[in-house]
């Protein structure tokens, strides 16, 4: 009965899959670059290699571990299921099975990872060079414009060809490389055929910023230049725009053969993060969720919030639950705001269907730290945050002979008066009770708050009333056997349910 609902257990385990190798000519053993990924684990005489696939590469799995194993005689896993996005190296789920390096297939942000030999191999999407050249021409006709082309990984391969089209009619027009700061990245797959000779003279300003490296001439901003991006809408895109908000964007996407001037309202999108950022400062409770395991300094950034968040006279609980969803931070409803902190393209978040806002690490900053402003500029990267980052700002210390004084301003939201509690005595008074044994007066011991305490008994449910020695003691009694939709005892002494069905 039960093999009309489900297969038989002892067929799964006996069932055999035929794996067709792949021939070294073929498209696919061409898209992931088959003989590459070989050379790179036998040069190192890599044991143990860990391939990470995104959903949409998964059916070709199967094969490419297969090929892999057979050229190289090293064991294979595949991590399908990533922890956490899939443009992230998943180097914990690596290390579960004690692989020697990675290697990460698609799409990836490029964030820097610490633990293991990695290689990147992007793929090579198919792109009309032509089509794109021309788009490009459409919407620059000025020869004399200064343009960065910033483009997704997957079409790396046609960037060399597409300069070759361009440069020589636009002399102004700057292409952007693929470049990592990885400690333990063995090599990088890039197979653009860039020139890097043009990434110019030692009068030009070099820019790196999310794996991606460009220069500016002397004397000029990344503001005075226009954006191209080569690529589908997506993270990759919103997050360039977002953090280079001062620049006109156009993007060419290589599957509609179409470009287009982004229409994106910056300014909108900025006020709504603005909205975001006055909601964490009226919040009491803050919930930092661990969005990544695998970005280098991603515990140094939790560090430093749970500093700034406790300097700011607010608590702060931190929650590690791997892809997060509405359901999961609805549990938590004594939490104001949460907090994400993940790689630059994962952290913007649209939390509108949230109960609760989400907002990145710079935003939690600038509504605890007083001495950074809102100026315009954003930062998606939490490395820029730490110090010695390019847009790291010190958190005011206390002073023990400065009187102190609680400052106030008006919630944007609420209208209500708010006490920014950056007190120095209570900072100073905590740290020196925590070094020192006091005796407790019994008749003065005062118990210590706690938020989540607190919200709970102010809830208007708390849960079963457990009513102890309350209610008298009995046997236990059988209950109904059955299922719910008609338990065994059901229908007894009821006339209709016992009368049978007559045949019609």
Known sequence: MTDVFSSSCEAVLQRTISVSFISRSSHVGNLYQIDETCQFITSNQFKKVALQFPDELLPDAIRVSAEIEKQTKAKTFILGDTSYGRCCVDEVAA?????????????????????????????????????????????????????????????????????????????NVVVSLLKTDHSCVAELKQDSCVDTDHIDSQDD????????????????????????YIGQEGL??????????????????????????????????????????ERAKDASVVGILVGTLGVANYLTIIEQLKDIIHKAGKKSYMFAMGKINVPKLANFLE???????????????????????????????????K????????????????????????FPEPDQSAVEEETTDVSLITGALRTCSTTSTEILKSTSESSSLVPRNQ????????????????????????????????????????????????????????TPLQKS
């Open 371 to 394: 001495h950074r402003e809102w100026t315009g500029e954003y930062v998606t990267d939490f490395r820029d945050l730490l110090p010695g980052g390019s847009s790291y700002v010190g």
């Open 205 to 228: 300003r070099v820019i790196s910023k999310f794996g991606r490296q460009f220069s500016v001439k002397a004397g000029q901003s990344v503001d005075n230049y226009g954006m191209f």
């Open 335 to 369: 939490i104001d705001v949460y907090v994400l902190v993940a790689c630059p393209e994962n952290s913007l978040l649209d939390s509108s269907e949230f109960y609760k806002p989400v907002v990145t690490p710079f935003e939690m900053e600038l509504a605890c730290n």
């Open 95 to 171: 290390e579960h099975v004690r692989a020697d390096c990675i290697v990460h297939y698609g799409p990836s942000c490029l964030s820097p990872c610490r633990r293991l030999p990695l290689l990147y191999v992007f793929g090579k999407k198919p792109i009309d060079v032509q089509q794109c050249a021309t788009a490009f021409k459409e919407l620059y006709p000025d020869l004399q414009s200064h343009v960065i082309i910033l483009y997704d990984v997957t079409y790396t391969h046609a960037i060399g060809d597409l300069r070759t089209l361009l440069c020589d009619i636009y002399p």
């Open 443 to 498: 008749t003065l011991t005062v118990a210590n708050t706690n938020t989540a305490a607190s919200f709970l008994s102010g809830r208007s449910w708390q849960g079963l009333e457990p009513k102890l020695g309350q209610t008298p003691v009995m046997k236990a009694v059988q209950g109904q056997r059955g299922i719910a939709i008609a338990y065994e005892e059901e229908g007894v002494g009821n006339k209709d349910a016992s």
């Open 236 to 277: 990759t895109l919103t997050n360039f725009m977002m953090t280079w908000n001062h620049c006109a964007f156009s993007s060419f996407n290589p599957e509609t053969h179409k470009g287009r001037v982004e229409s994106v309202k910056i300014n909108k999108a900025l006020m709504k993060r603005y909205y975001a950022i």
